[in-house]
């Protein structure tokens, strides 16, 4: 009885431990954030993605020059959090620490959009949805 206390005990610490862990936390930008044009067009794509329902996440450079997101085109999908993975796909492309702009439609920074273009590196990734055997096959 008390085994298996602490290997219920050690696989909560276990589920805790990874649902902190996560990309590194993106520095604060210095300024207000300006997306490039192609940055834009990323986010007007996947704005047409998640619409009003659908979840997602959209994350930025600092810069405002390379972006990633990911959504789900169901209202469910295999994962808890999107935040985390668009911003490791941000982080890969960007090689820094990334910010997330947008959780599902909804903006969380401020930003305005440069009128200058340059090159950035964007990507996206959609969920796999989760099906439910309805029917117990």
Known sequence: MLQASRIVTGLALLV?????????????PT?????????EGELSAYLRKV?????GAFAVSPDG???FYTW?????????????PALRGC??????????LYVRHEPRL?????????PGRHGSE???RIDYDVHGR
């Open 51 to 55: 619409k009003v329902t659908r979840p």
């Open 16 to 28: 805790l431990a990874a649902c902190t862990a996560g990309p590194a936390p993106a520095p604060s």
């Open 65 to 67: 020059l390379n972006s």
């Open 91 to 100: 982080q890969a492309l960007a090689g820094t620490p990334c910010i997330v």
């Open 110 to 118: 401020q930003y305005s959009k440069s009128a200058t273009p340059a």
């Open 31 to 39: 300024g207000p954030l300006a997306i490039s044009p192609q940055t």
């Open 126 to 128: 959609e969920q796999r």
């Open 72 to 84: 789900c085109d169901d209202t469910a999908c295999a994962t808890a959090n999107y935040s985390t």
